[in-house]
């Protein structure tokens, strides 16, 4: 009985220690500042790039899932399908609003990971943020320096949400992915209606050629 | 210096005049027939010739798959990435020299300065521009041109072209490198073969740089004339702006 006893002291001690310290983390993980969020990811995801022998040899299936479990999850797709979209999302029903979203989000990964394939001995220069702490909207610039060719610059558009930042936008050598496909999603509407978009959509996920 | 009908203008190489003067006729020409013929067309107040660009880009695309990528394509896999940089080194010297013209031309003296030390830096110490040393000391390019100077200016970018072999461009962008062809230091050889010669390899040299962007266009366009002319009107403000374009007002 007494044993028992200490033993449940000394996990409760345990448990009342691993919440004081994860009370006392938890801020510091809230105000994880955008720049500092777009510096761990891409530095994160990069060196899992070139650590990965298979990536190295080529799969962009590998790539895509790195890309999944360590990239995705700080961009906000719905909004950027939205921004793309402009109007016609308004006038979507919430169903296809959410294909729209999953087609183009799967478009997106497809592009990203080509394009990581392409560039693997590339460093990242990030450029010093300044933002207010009131801020809820910051755009964080990177530079891509290349073993070859000249310098990229990527910026990605950062909203607040809660207590993190997620990317909306991504603006390479000043041309704005969202401002992008604007007019292509507006000319897809007009012609075939937002199931002509997503049809559209579909079909290239599924390596369907460009016109 | 010849000169016969519009549409007829001869020009000799190292005669910049006769070139810069065909040039400018034979864009005249072109701009009155497409100002009457667009008056009807075209739903996008950017690219009212759109029709006639949708057949000029699908010109270009059947050249650009069959011949000029493929070319480009072979100089990335045959030529040892030094010798590559090195070319486009030496071209980018120029267009360093051109882009302190356009900074001078804008009053942006910092940059003009920038650039002109770059061109004074590789041309000196860096093998007449094989080495860009300016890079590895941190003097950044300007990267100015006088579509941007004449944007700079105030000068409206006009209606948006495509010009096969050439790519995308508007009437004010095309008029600069016109332009910079014509005053390019190319233009004053007296052999035409090394002229010539040497506007392959830089196109080539700047078809290579741009593969990466051909099949990152062709994974991501829906519809590829329409995403290449807004990533390159996306692009041409983002410099005539320096990097800070004001909000588009949007669409009504």
Known sequence: MRKFDSVARLRAAAVLLLTVALCAAAPAFAQEAPDAIVKRVASDVLATIQADPAIQAGNEARIREVLEVKLLPNFDFARMTALAMGRNWQAATPEQQKRVTDEFRALLVRTYSGALNNYRNETIDYKPLRMNPADTDVTVRTLVVRATGSPIQIDYSMAKQGDTWKCYDVIVAGVSLVTNYRDEFNNQVKAGGVDGLIKTLADRNKGVAAK | ?252
């Not at chain 2, 480009?72 to 051109?98: E, H, K, M, W």
């Open chain 2, 1 to 252: 210096m010849t000169s016969k009908a519009m549409g007829e203008v001869q020009w000799k190489p190292g005669d910049s005049w006769s070139l810069c003067r065909a040039v400018l006729q034979r864009g005249c020409a072109v701009l009155a027939v497409a100002l009457v013929a667009g008056c009807a067309l075209g739903p996008n107040r950017e690219d009212p010739f759109e029709p006639m660009n949708r057949t000029l880009y699908g010109v270009h695309d059947a050249v650009d798959t069959a011949v000029v990528r493929p070319v480009a394509q072979a100089y990335v896999d045959f030529v040892p990435s030094l010798i590559r940089t090195g070319v486009s080194n030496v071209f980018n010297n120029i267009n360093d020299l051109f882009s302190g013209i356009n900074g001078i031309l804008q009053g942006k003296l910092d940059k003009a300065g920038d650039d002109f030390g770059r061109v004074v830096l590789n041309t000196g110490f860096g093998l007449g521009g094989l080495f860009d040393l300016a890079s590895m000391m941190g003097i950044e390019r300007g990267n100015e041109d006088f579509g941007q100077t004449f944007g700079f200016w105030g000068f409206p970018q006009g209606p948006y072209l495509f010009i096969p072999l050439l790519g995308p461009t508007t009437v004010r962008d095309g008029t600069g490198l016109a332009l910079r062809l014509v005053w390019g230091p190319a233009s004053y050889l007296n052999n035409e073969a090394l002229q010539w010669s040497l506007y392959g390899i830089g196109y080539i040299d700047l078809r290579a740089e741009a593969l990466s962007a051909s099949s990152l266009v062709d994974t991501a366009a829906l519809d590829r004339y329409t995403f290449i002319r807004n990533a390159y009107l996306q692009r041409r403000r983002y410099l005539v702006y320096d990097g800070k374009p004001p909000p588009e007002p949007e669409e009504p």
